[in-house]
């Protein structure tokens, strides 16, 4: 299993950035795809997931309205769209692919003015 996170940067509150993550070794089109974001001191949580059939979608509360998370199975790439961003949003962002205990080196978001 390879995940391979991209797409983060620093940005001032309101801006947008586009996370991607890149997979190979598993099943993609089969298994749901999730993004988690882990802030310094803080633990690991789930931001939004995207189910592997009937494009069914869920996402944490605090995101809720601002995040889409989306996939290309044909890629093997899940992407989530951040929009409106926030200084809580900044933290570490990794995929997940399943319930699989693998995670890649993230990509870092950092929201301050």
């Known amino acids: 299993v390879q995940l391979v996170e991209s797409g983060g940067g620093w940005v001032q509150p309101g801006a947008s950035l586009t996370l991607s993550c890149v997979t190979s070794?598993?099943?993609?089109?089969?298994?749901?795809m999730s993004w988690y974001r882990q802030a310094p001191g803080e633990d690991r949580e789930l931001v939004a997931i995207t189910f592997s059939y009937g494009g069914r979608t869920h996402y944490a509360g605090p995101v809720q309205g601002r995040f889409t998370i989306s996939r290309d199975n044909a890629k093997r790439t899940v992407y989530l769209q951040m929009n409106n961003l926030q200084s809580a949003d900044t933290a570490t962002y990794y995929c997940?692919?399943?319930?699989?205990?693998?995670w890649g080196r993230g990509t870092q978001v950092t929201v301050s003015s």
């Open positions: 997940r692919a399943g319930n699989i205990e693998h």
């Open positions: 070794g598993f099943d993609f089109s089969g298994l749901a």
